[in-house]
């Protein structure tokens, strides 16, 4: 009996490793790397380059995405005018994943490499949704002379308490369990974040096809959700320590708050924030956590304004 348990156990696994693999290479057929890859302390960082002339603005992207996030409603607002970078974080989208890639100072020096060799001697406005506000903000606070201004979308920014963990993330995270668990990842999770995305966007509507322009479907993959697990699983502690230096910064920042927001709480990310630095504070009312899709001209025009501002300074 043990025996044929066993042996069922191991035929569901192998299962579930096959059709990982298998969706893993559809997935990537179907959104392949579309940028370059930039070298950092000996790992590769996936960059998509929009605009060929005028000032660098870095975009950084949040938990479950990737740099696509940014290209087709943000990035085509101002490529005419400004070199737009948009970078995969380590582990998602094609960016290599490290030992230590979950702490916030790692992933801010692999989007600094990324400025260090794409806009040598030049200080950039950083763009950073959600988590990657969190990325944004370390960046700001550890190297300040890449930064000319930070434009905050939705971003997490203090340590929330018990709790706000999702529970895949908690089984994910872990190197046994997380190996495991994640190879079950493809068979339901795209079908899942399909029918959830209007939540994230509500009470704003969600753009038609943001699955695919997004490519969402590359978190499935499963090395990709364990990046993604680690990073979340850890970030409350790690902006708790983070928080500490933001009376430190001293470059203009503005953030887009939407009111609605049920991903996570504005009033202690965005309002404690604004306790801690001065920052230039866009509430939008119809608006969840996406402002950059519904609001993407305004928050366009913010980053026009503080790339201006640094080029008269």
Same mark, same amino acid.
């Given at each position: 009996?043990?025996?044929?348990?066993?042996?069922?156990?191991?035929?569901?696994?192998?299962?579930?490793?096959?059709?990982?693999?298998?969706?893993?290479?559809?997935?990537?057929?179907?959104?392949?790397?579309?940028?370059?890859?930039?070298?950092?302390?000996?790992?590769?960082?996936?960059?998509?380059?929009?605009?060929?002339?005028?000032?660098?603005?870095?975009?950084? @992207?949040?938990?479950?995405?990737?740099?696509?996030?940014?290209?087709?409603?943000?990035?085509?607002?101002?490529?005419?005018?400004?070199?737009?970078?948009?970078?995969?974080?380590?582990?998602?989208?094609?960016?290599?994943?490290?030992?230590?890639?979950?702490?916030?100072?790692?992933?801010?020096?692999?989007?600094?490499?990324?400025?260090?060799?794409?806009?040598?001697?030049?200080?950039?406005?950083?763009?950073?949704?959600?988590?990657?506000?969190?990325?944004?903000?370390?960046?700001?606070?550890?190297?300040?002379?890449?930064?000319?201004?930070?434009?905050?979308?939705?971003?997490?920014?203090?340590?929330?308490?018990?709790?706000?963990?999702?529970?895949?993330?908690?089984?994910?995270?872990?190197?046994?369990?997380?190996?495991?668990?994640?190879?079950?990842?493809?068979?339901?999770?795209?079908?899942?974040?399909?029918?959830?995305?209007?939540?994230?966007?509500?009470?704003?509507?969600?753009?038609?096809?943001?699955?695919?322009?997004?490519?969402?479907?590359?978190?499935? !993959?499963?090395?990709?959700?364990?990046?993604?697990?680690?990073?979340?699983?850890?970030? !409350?502690?790690?902006?708790?320590?983070?928080?500490?230096?933001?009376?430190?910064?001293?470059?203009?920042?503005?953030?887009?708050?939407?009111?609605?927001?049920?991903?996570?709480?504005?009033?202690? @990310?965005?309002?404690?924030?604004?306790?801690?630095?001065?920052?230039?504070?866009?509430?939008?009312?119809?608006?969840? @956590?996406?402002?950059? @899709?519904?609001?993407?001209?305004?928050?366009?025009?913010?980053?026009? !304004?503080?790339?201006?501002?640094?080029?008269?300074?």
């Amino acid at each position: 009996m043990i025996t044929a348990m066993a042996a069922t156990v191991s035929a569901l696994g192998l299962g579930a490793c096959v059709t990982s693999m298998a969706y893993t290479s559809k997935v990537e057929r179907s959104f392949p790397a579309k940028g370059a890859m930039v070298p950092v302390d000996g790992r590769d960082v996936h960059v998509i380059r929009q605009g060929e002339t005028g000032p660098a603005v870095l975009m950084i @992207h949040g938990a479950s995405a990737n740099a696509r996030e940014f290209t087709w409603t943000l990035a085509p607002r101002l490529e005419t005018e400004m070199r737009v970078l948009m970078a995969d974080r380590p582990g998602h989208g094609y960016s290599d994943r490290f030992d230590g890639a979950e702490q916030l100072g790692a992933q801010a020096r692999q989007m600094a490499g990324v400025l260090d060799a794409l806009a040598p001697g030049e200080k950039a406005v950083i763009v950073g949704h959600s988590f990657g506000g969190a990325v944004a903000l370390r960046l700001a606070l550890d190297r300040p002379d890449l930064v000319s201004g930070l434009v905050l979308l939705a971003p997490v920014t203090n340590d929330w308490g018990s709790g706000g963990t999702a529970w895949y993330n908690t089984l994910a995270a872990p190197p046994l369990l997380g190996t495991a668990f994640s190879q079950l990842l493809p068979l339901v999770g795209p079908s899942q974040v399909r029918g959830g995305i209007s939540s994230v966007f509500d009470p704003a509507p969600a753009p038609d096809g943001y699955f695919e322009n997004s490519a969402i479907g590359l978190l499935f !993959r499963p090395p990709n959700f364990r990046a993604n697990a680690r990073d979340v699983t850890s970030l !409350r502690e790690e902006l708790a320590a983070q928080s500490a230096r933001y009376p430190d910064l001293v470059m203009p920042i503005v953030v887009f708050s939407g009111s609605q927001d049920t991903v996570i709480s504005p009033n202690l @990310h965005v309002g404690q924030l604004k306790q801690q630095v001065t920052v230039d504070l866009v509430i939008l009312p119809h608006e969840g @956590h996406m402002p950059h @899709h519904g609001e993407g001209e305004a928050v366009a025009d913010a980053i026009r !304004r503080l790339a201006l501002a640094a080029e008269t300074r």
